[in-house]
């Protein structure tokens, strides 16, 4: 087991009023899976993702990851298990707009304290998994939207995280460079990298192994009809 959360619950307070927002989710995660979960706006799925990338805390409930016990950790414990353990790709990339493909993919090397030479030996070597080792020097305003895309998979993958979240990773593509996109998350789920991806397009939805729907904070199976998880 990889990943587990247990009864977790989170409620946000507006005013006075506490707002629940994730209502007893339970979800286990082995190495290897391949998951989606949709849900609506306002369903509670980016603060799962929150929680999960240990972006956020949970009011209550319980997560372990890699059996550590996330909830016990401070700020500064937590910094360090999201660079080592947890890479992210957004929608929008969030490559640095003055810095080269291979100095964007350097990063989170840089905050793991690698030499400056392992860091570029591994920086090239990601973006040659994900094809873009002809534009290792270009920046972002260089590249299309699927080569960003591909740059920024490179980067959550450069210091080999257990787990690879992806925030609507297509949404900002068309649709070839959305199902290149998915072909390489095949590939990296094939080489044995987790993915939890959040995503509001079904077909999108459809390449993961496991299918999950969140609605009114709460976890359902959408394989097979819905069952609460």
């Given at each position: 087991?990889?990943?587990?959360?247990?009864?977790?619950?989170?409620?946000?307070?507006?005013?006075k009023m506490e707002v629940p927002?994730?209502?007893?989710?339970?979800?286990?995660?082995?190495?290897?899976?391949?998951?989606?979960?949709?849900?609506?706006?306002?369903?509670?799925?980016?603060?799962?993702?929150?929680?999960?990338?240990?972006?956020?805390?949970?009011?209550?409930?319980?997560?372990?990851?890699?059996?550590?016990?996330?909830?016990?950790?401070?700020?500064?414990?937590?910094?360090?298990?999201?660079?080592?353990?947890?890479?992210?790709?957004?929608?929008?990339?969030?490559?640095?707009?003055?810095?080269?493909?291979?100095?964007?993919?350097?990063?989170?090397?840089?905050?793991?304290?690698?030499?400056?030479?392992?860091?570029?030996?591994?920086?090239?070597?990601?973006?040659?998994?994900?094809?873009?080792?002809?534009?290792?020097?270009?920046?972002?305003?260089?590249?299309?939207?699927?080569?960003?895309?591909?740059?920024?998979?490179?980067?959550?993958?450069?210091?080999?995280?257990?787990?690879?979240?992806?925030?609507?990773?297509?949404?900002?593509?068309?649709t070839r460079s959305g199902e290149?996109?998915?072909?390489?998350?095949?590939?990296?789920?094939?080489?044995?990298?987790?993915?939890?991806?959040?995503?509001?397009?079904?077909?999108?939805?459809?390449?993961?192994?496991?299918?999950?729907?969140?609605?009114?904070?709460?976890?359902?199976?959408?394989?097979?009809?819905?069952?609460?998880?």
């Amino acid at each position: 087991m990889i990943l587990e959360l247990r009864n977790i619950y989170k409620n946000y307070m507006q005013g006075k009023m506490e707002v629940p927002v994730l209502k007893d989710v339970s979800l286990q995660v082995e190495k290897g899976d391949f998951l989606s979960i949709m849900g609506p706006s306002g369903s509670g799925k980016s603060t799962l993702m929150n929680i999960i990338g240990c972006l956020d805390l949970p009011t209550s409930g319980e997560y372990t990851l890699n059996g550590e016990n996330v909830l016990a950790k401070n700020d500064r414990e937590l910094a360090i298990l999201r660079n080592r353990q947890i890479g992210f790709v957004f929608q929008n990339f969030h490559l640095l707009p003055r810095q080269s493909a291979l100095e964007n993919v350097e990063l989170p090397l840089v905050y793991a304290g690698k030499k400056s030479k392992d860091r570029k030996e591994i920086a090239a070597e990601m973006l040659k998994k994900v094809g873009l080792e002809d534009r290792m020097t270009f920046r972002p305003n260089q590249l299309s939207g699927g080569q960003q895309q591909r740059g920024a998979i490179a980067r959550a993958m450069a210091n080999s995280p257990s787990i690879l979240l992806a925030d609507e990773p297509t949404g900002a593509l068309d649709t070839r460079s959305g199902e290149q996109i998915m072909e390489l998350f095949h590939v990296l789920n094939e080489e044995g990298v987790t993915i939890i991806m959040i995503t509001h397009e079904p077909d999108i939805a459809a390449h993961a192994g496991r299918r999950l729907m969140i609605r009114d904070g709460e976890l359902f199976h959408r394989d097979g009809g819905e069952e609460r998880v």
